[in-house]
């Protein structure tokens, strides 16, 4: 009795959290792939091969973690989804390990913007689940299984045409909730403004350094160390810069908007007078490689109607003007530059817009809803 309880608990919690994670991931697809490319980056799994993937990858395994919770739920194909699971989490598990002990990615996109995790946080959710996956190993014929075979199918088939159908929706308009500081309604102004100036505890952070005598043996050393007991005047020792780290100490606020600048092609920053305009929308098109020509031509009218009523616009990229002459941008196009990564954070759409009203967000538009 207590076995059989201690296995469907594991059961419920481990099917639910497949199918949250899922269904969270599932609403920004494109977002997911963004991290799995920081993950095949050759900088953590030298795996540069997969990235073009990315989101197919992202895509298909939404998906499958999804089914893969409502098959265990409904106590379908049992042998089968626990092999699936097991694989899965061994497989994450690794990856959130890698990047914890290696300070690599800081957040493993677990379940997406809605949730962060630091690394650790991830490793630690990875080594719990597994500890519950390997419960339903030992239980494996006490899992719930009671759903009648048609009905269970039939809910597989829903949930298989959901995410089909939800994929699609959030893959050519944009996610149907969006969790950045760049939602719609919150104020980049606000979002930017530092810790001291809201009379916050900002986090501490500290450096440490890795230490190497001349006969190569190293040892680790806190910033406060080597500066308190002079390590600079020891000749012997030497910094290794690639292997020195900056970890968190404390706690505190971080403001959620950062990294967040407009310059000129002359290197102006212009940043303050964009975000003290009444009104002005913002087309970002991030990188001019991975751009959608498609979505240009949706773009295009938008803008020259904004001209017509004297509406103020700038395209924000992180690639060259002249990428865009293909498609139809002149010299009195308005450019700005701004960091690639921000970007992408702003809207998940290559081009898209985002409108502000003195710095606020109020409305955003993914190139296929760009507004005639």
């Excluded at 996610?175 to 950045?180: E, I, L, N, Y």
């Excluded at 986090?203 to 160390?225: A, F, H, L």
Aim: include cysteine; glycine fraction near 6%; charge should be negative.
């Amino acid at each position: 009795m207590l076995k059989t309880a201690i296995v469907r608990i594991s059961q419920l919690f481990v099917g639910g959290l497949f199918i949250f994670s899922g269904l969270v991931k599932m609403n920004d697809p494109v977002g997911f792939s963004f991290k799995l490319e920081e993950y095949f980056s050759e900088e953590v799994l030298n795996m540069p091969i997969f990235e073009p993937f990315a989101l197919p990858i992202s895509i298909l395994l939404v998906a499958v973690e999804v089914l893969l919770g409502l098959a265990l739920l409904l106590g379908l194909w049992k042998r089968m989804v626990l092999i699936l699971l097991s694989a899965m989490i061994g497989f994450f598990t690794f990856l959130t390990f890698w990047s914890a002990y290696y300070n690599q990615v800081t957040d493993c996109g677990c379940f997406g913007d809605a949730i962060p995790l630091t690394p650790w946080e991830s490793f630690s959710k990875d080594v719990v689940l597994s500890i519950l996956i390997l419960i339903l190993w030992w239980g494996e014929k006490q899992i719930f299984d009671k759903v009648p075979k048609f009905a269970s199918i039939v809910v597989m088939v829903i949930g298989l045409g959901f995410s089909i159908l939800f994929t699609y929706q959030v893959m050519n308009h944009l996610p149907a909730k969006d969790f950045r500081p760049y939602a719609e309604g919150l104020s980049i102004i606000e979002g930017m403004k530092s810790a001291e100036e809201l009379g916050l505890e900002p986090p501490r952070y500290e450096v440490i350094y890795t230490m190497q005598n001349e006969t190569g043996s190293r040892k680790e050393i806190k910033s406060t160390v080597y500066i308190s007991e002079k390590w600079w005047e020891k000749k012997e020792w030497t910094i290794v810069s690639e292997l020195s780290k900056t970890i968190k100490v404390a706690e505190g606020y971080e403001p959620p908007v950062h990294d967040f600048g407009i310059m000129t092609e002359r290197n102006n920053d212009i940043t303050d007078s964009i975000l003290a305009l009444d009104e002005v929308w913002l087309l970002v098109a991030y990188n001019h490689s991975k751009t959608s020509e498609k979505g240009w031509a949706h773009v295009m009218p938008t803008m020259e109607n904004l001209a017509t009523q004297g509406i103020p616009y700038i395209v924000l990229t992180a690639s060259n003007i002249s990428d865009f002459a293909a498609y139809g941008v002149t010299e009195q196009t308005p450019f700005g530059f701004t960091d690639e990564t921000t970007l992408k954070t702003m809207v998940r759409s290559n081009p898209g817009w985002v409108i502000l009203k003195e710095g606020t967000v109020i409305k955003k538009h993914h190139h296929n809803d760009s507004p005639k």
